[in-house]
C-alpha cells in the first residue's frame, strides 16, 4: 500500500491521491479477505455471537468501549462543533466503510485462517494493522505527536478488538465499536476529504 499511496499522490496531488489510496486499500482488504475466506464464510464473520463481550466481561467491556470513548473525547467532542454537519456525515459514512474493510482483513482473515492460535490469529494481525497507519500517515503531513497519537490507537484497536474477535469468533461488536471510533474523525474529515485543494 506504501507503493499505491505514492503513485496515487504524485499522479493526483496529496488530497485527491490521499482519497484514491484509500478507496484502493477498502477493495483490496474486501478482495483479499473474500478470496482467502470466501463470500458466505465472510459475512458470516458478522453473526451476533451468543456472548457479545468476552470473559472476564469487565474487561471485555472496557476494552471495547475505550477506543471509541477515547475518540470521542479527543477528536470529536473539540472539533464536531467546528467541522458542521457535512463533515459530521461524511466522517460517519468514510468511519463505516473504513471500519468494515479493515475488520475483514485485519480481524476476519486471521479468525478464519488461524481459529484459536493467539499469534497468528490476534497479536501478529495486530502489529500488522498498527504499521499498516504509517502508509497514510507518511501520505500527508504529520505531527509527531499526531503520528504516535494514531499509532497508539491503531495499537489499542488492533489487539483489543483481536482479542475479543478471537474469543467470540465474530466480527459484530468490534466492527460497531471501530466504526464509531472512525467516524469521530471529523477534523481530518473536513481537511482531507472535504476541503477543495
Known amino acids: 500500500m506504501k507503493v499505491v499511496f505514492d503513485e496515487t499522490t504524485r499522479r493526483w496531488g496529496s488530497q485527491r491521491g490521499y482519497q484514491a489510496g484509500f478507496a484502493i486499500y477498502w477493495a483490496t482488504c474486501w478482495a483479499v479477505a473474500a478470496a482467502i475466506v470466501g463470500l458466505d464464510r465472510l459475512v458470516d464473520l458478522w453473526r451476533l455471537p451468543r456472548d457479545v463481550v468476552p470473559r472476564p466481561r469487565p474487561v471485555g467491556v472496557a476494552v471495547l468501549v475505550a477506543p471509541p470513548l477515547g475518540a470521542v473525547v479527543t477528536e470529536w467532542w473539540p472539533n464536531a462543533r467546528a ?67 494514531v499509532l497508539a490507537g491503531a495499537a489499542a484497536i488492533g489487539l483489543s478488538y483481536g482479542w475479543i474477535a478471537q474469543r467470540t469468533q465474530s466480527l459484530a461488536v468490534v466492527t460497531s465499536a471501530h466504526a464509531l471510533t472512525d467516524a469521530c474523525g471529523v477534523r481530518p474529515v473536513r481537511t482531507i476529504w472535504l476541503t477543495r485543494s
Open 83 to 149: 467541522s458542521g454537519p457535512t463533515a459530521i456525515a461524511v466522517a460517519a459514512g468514510l468511519g463505516f466503510t473504513n471500519a468494515l474493510a479493515e475488520e475483514a482483513l485485519w480481524r476476519g482473515v486471521p479468525l478464519t485462517t488461524f481459529p484459536g492460535e493467539p499469534l497468528r490469529g490476534w497479536l501478529w494481525p495486530s502489529v500488522g494493522f498498527t504499521a499498516w497507519h504509517l502508509v497514510p500517515l507518511s501520505a500527508r503531513p504529520t505531527s509527531a505527536r499526531r503520528r504516535t497519537f
